[in-house]
């Protein structure tokens, strides 16, 4: 489908994405939880040319139903830098209940980058120390890409390379090489 949509996309030019965001945003308001997460993840198949839905992905993440605060979690990070308007309320998700909501914050706050390092990264140093493993992952990964602005959290990130998770003892390792100023390739 997401293929499908770009094929067709490349053909009708900029209108066509236009109709696609104003018709998705139209959806994230429906009733029924299955239309607003089906609304929530084809805007963040479209991509950063959705970024007149920020708000109302914004708003999505406190929607009362986990699924669709999980797929605006994960459209904001598909929307790359200009989710930036989207700070506040990302931030506001690393608070959720459900660790797969924050993880999605914390993934997205990463892909913002530095239009959301100053608020974020007390937040994500936090997050290092999450029940939830993919919360913590997320974080590592992160702070890794606010890169050298993230200084404050090298302490964190050398702990949490002694995490019971591989996976985020790894990307910890690589945020504090980040951090450092280190170039990853």
């Given amino acids: 489908m997401a293929l499908g949509l770009a094929l067709a996309a490349s053909s009708c030019g900029k209108d ?23 609304a929530a993840w084809s805007l963040g198949q479209i991509g950063p040319k959705a970024k007149a839905a920020v708000p109302a992905l914004a708003k999505a993440l406190s929607d009362p139903s986990r699924e669709v605060r999980v797929a605006a979690g994960e459209a904001l990070a598909q929307l790359e830098d200009e989710a930036a308007p989207a700070v506040p309320a990302l931030l506001a998700a690393l608070r959720d209940e459900d660790g797969e909501v924050r993880a999605k ?6 892909v913002v980058g530095p239009p959301a390092a100053s608020e974020a990264i007390p937040m994500l140093i936090g997050g290092l120390r999450d029940q939830d493993s993919g919360v913590r992952l997320y974080s590592a990964w992160a702070l890794g890409e606010f890169g050298p602005e993230a200084k404050a959290a090298e302490e964190a990130l050398a702990q949490a390379m002694e995490d019971e998770n591989a996976d985020v003892r790894t990307w910890s390792a690589e945020a504090l090489l980040k951090v450092r100023g280190v170039e990853m390739k």
């Fill in 16 to 38: 066509y994405y236009e109709g696609v965001v104003r018709k998705r945003i139209q959806q994230l308001g429906a009733k029924e939880e299955d239309e607003r997460v089906h």
């Fill in 105 to 110: 914050a914390a993934a997205a706050l990463g």
